[in-house]
C-alpha cells in the first residue's frame, strides 16, 4: 500500500507548516481512508473489532510517519540509510508476511502481530516503500521539485521521470519559469 504511506508522510506539509495529523480524531479519519490490503470484501481491521484511538497512538503513528517521510526523502540519496531505516522499523514493528486467499484469489500482505495500530500501518508502508525500492529502484522515491510544495512521492510510471506530486506543482513551476526567462534582464 504505497500509497499510504505517501499520504501519511503529506499528512505534513512542512513548507506550509500544516499538520493533519495533529489529533485523534484526525488519526481516526486517516486510518478510515485508509483500510488495510485486501479485496473490499476482507474486514479493514482484522479481529482489532471497533477502534479505540488514544493520544498514544498518535504518537506512535506520528514516529512512524516521521520514518516513512525519512525513506521517502532520502531514498534517492542514500539508499542505504533508507533500508536501514526500513528493516529497522519493520523488525520494531514485529511485521510478518501473511498469505491471505478468498476464493481463487491469493495475495500476500505484510501485518504485525502486535496490537498496535502503529505498528501495523509502519509494516504496510514500509514493507510497501521496500517493494518499490527493490522492484523499481530508490530512485523512484522523491519530494516535489515545487518550490513550495516539498510534498513526497512514489513514482510508478514508465519511465520513471516524475518530479513533481501533482500536475498542479508541474504546471506552476512551468509557468514560474516561462514567467522567468521572460522577465527583462
Ligand atoms: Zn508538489
Known amino acids: 500500500m504505497v500509497q499510504t504511506a505517501v499520504d501519511l508522510a503529506n499528512t505534513l506539509r512542512p513548507i506550509k507548516g500544516e499538520d493533519d495529523l495533529e489529533s485523534v480524531e484526525q488519526l481516526r479519519d486517516f486510518l478510515d481512508a485508509h483500510p488495510a490490503d485486501g479485496p ?7 479481529g482489532t473489532g471497533p477502534r479505540h484511538l488514544t493520544r498514544a497512538d ?8 516521521e520514518t516513512v517521510r525519512k525513506v521517502l526523502e532520502g531514498a534517492n540519496a542514500d539508499a542505504a ?8 522499523g519493520l ?14 484469489r491469493w495475495w500476500t500482505e505484510v501485518t504485525s502481530d502486535s496490537d498496535r495500530c502503529s505498528a501495523h500501518l509502519a509494516a504496510a508502508t514500509l514493507s510497501a516503500l521496500a517493494s518499490v525500492i527493490a522492484v523499481l529502484g530508490p530512485a523512484r522515491l ?3 521539485a515545487g518550490p513550495t510544495c516539498r510534498a513526497t512521492f512514489v513514482d510508478l510510471s514508465r519511465n520513471g521521470s516524475k518530479q513533481y506530486c501533482t500536475r498542479t ?3 506552476r513551476a512551468s509557468v514560474a519559469a516561462y514567467r522567468s526567462r521572460r522577465r527583462p534582464r
Open 58 to 65: 498518535l504518537a506512535e503513528v506520528r514516529a512512524v510517519r
Open 91 to 104: 523488525r520494531r514493528s514485529r511485521a510478518t508476511l501473511v498469505l491471505r486467499h478468498e476464493g481463487d
Open 142 to 144: 522523491g519530494v516535489c
Open 81 to 88: 540509510e533508507a533500508a536501514a531505516l526500513i528493516n529497522d
Open 40 to 46: 473490499p470484501s476482507s474486514p479493514a481491521d482484522q
Open 169 to 171: 506543482c508541474a504546471h
